[in-house]
């Protein structure tokens, strides 16, 4: 069969069933991702009526009409679980009507590509929100190959993805063994300041043997990041140099995810940071193993605690004196450097897999091209 051309409205329909009688609850409440997936809702719930929320049924989809402020993406997420989730009724729910031309997993792939988030945004329209309304969802021409040349490519797809998932399932067990391993130390051992062991580095990029390259910023998820600021006419020679194993923090903690931004430079190069962050490094690395310490700061507590901790009216700060206040087991360095190993391979396989899950958003477009092309050879 050859391919066809159909307006996409003639392939889906609405789905506007409430939770008028209050079958769900807040458990069963999502939102949606940039990255295409349903979320638990970020959204403070309290006295908030659930019986006008869109039941999102399994195969059906949801998306947000605003693309404005929205990463140059549409949030539109395929309900592949068994559950029925409940979302704002300032969502779009719809579902295949036409399943004899049009396979959903099919659709999700094409919605997966970078090339309809362009058009997404492209064909938004409004001043104070851009909106990517149901009418122009309904007016994307779509070409579509034979239902069974779209379930092959689907197949493929489901394939690498569980072999994804099933790579996934490896790291959440050796993040599991580190903090019951770091749990039990903090029974066996007695918890010390870690000030003794900590000491503030002041070295300057005074003759500017770093440039632009090397600045870099701290993300809250505790990595080092390439900088966003404006670096226009910015004086380098003030910054502080961050050396292999030292690391570096950024004070304040308002407006910043319940998180403190803080990295370990893990790398065989030297970056350079603003000289409003705090650096610092372990005085004897075979006292305090730097890995080892960077294992609490990527703790959950470790956030909590610095949040608590911080002070301040416009401003909350968790300063040096509070950080070198912080307690934590100190064993052996030989204890120190095989756990910090089993954790090293933790974070080498979430860095894989998150490449892997780049790689299969990457591979939707090439899915599409190959089902067409196999589609006109047919």
């Not at 159909?6 to 069963?28: A, I, K």
């Not at 900088?227 to 502080?240: E, H, N, Q, R, W």
Request: proline fraction near 4%; glycine fraction near 4%.
């Amino acid at each position: 069969m050859a391919l066809t051309k159909y307006r996409l409205g003639e392939l889906l329909q609405l789905e506007n069933e409430r939770n008028s009688d209050r079958t769900y609850s807040l458990e069963n409440v999502r939102g949606i991702s940039i990255q295409k997936k349903f979320i638990e809702t970020k959204a403070n719930m309290d006295g908030v009526s659930l019986e006008p929320y869109i039941l999102v049924a399994p195969d059906c989809f949801a998306y947000v009409t605003v693309t404005s402020r929205n990463g140059e993406k549409i949030t539109i997420a395929h309900n592949t679980t068994q559950e029925t989730y409940i979302v704002s009724s300032s969502y779009v729910v719809f579902s295949v009507s036409r399943t004899d031309i049009l396979n959903s997993d099919y659709l999700f792939m094409y919605f997966n590509r970078p090339e309809f988030d362009r058009y997404a945004r492209v064909n938004s329209w409004g001043s104070a929100r851009e909106i990517f309304s149901w009418e122009d969802m309904c007016d994307i021409d779509i070409v579509l190959p034979d239902l069974s040349i779209q379930q092959k490519y689907v197949a493929i797809y489901d394939a690498i993805l569980t072999n994804q998932k099933n790579y996934e399932c490896g790291p959440k067990s050796l993040k599991l063994v580190c903090d019951s391993y770091i749990e039990d130390l903090r029974r066996r051992l007695p918890s010390i300041s870690i000030g003794p062991y900590i000491k503030l580095t002041d070295n300057r990029n005074g003759d500017l043997a770093f440039n632009l390259d090397a600045v870099r910023g701290v993300s809250i998820d505790k990595k080092f990041i390439k900088t966003k600021a404006d670096m226009g006419g910015v004086d380098l020679s003030p910054y502080f140099i961050v050396r292999p194993n030292e690391f570096a923090y950024v004070p304040v903690t308002s407006r910043n995810g319940e998180k403190i931004s803080i990295a370990m430079n893990d790398s065989d190069d030297s970056y350079i940071c603003s000289s409003s962050y705090v650096v610092f490094k372990s005085i004897d690395e075979n006292t305090l193993y730097p890995p080892y310490l960077m294992m609490f700061f990527l703790r959950s507590e470790f956030n909590r605690y610095a949040r608590f901790n911080s002070w301040g009216s416009a401003r909350e700060i968790f300063s040096w004196n509070d950080l070198i206040d912080i307690k934590i087991p100190i064993p052996g360095i030989r204890i120190q450097r095989a756990i910090s190993e089993i954790f090293e391979v933790y974070i080498q396989r979430k860095r894989i897999c998150e490449q892997l899950k780049t790689q299969i958003k990457n591979i939707c477009p090439i899915l599409i091209k190959g089902s067409l092309e196999d589609g006109r050879a047919s």
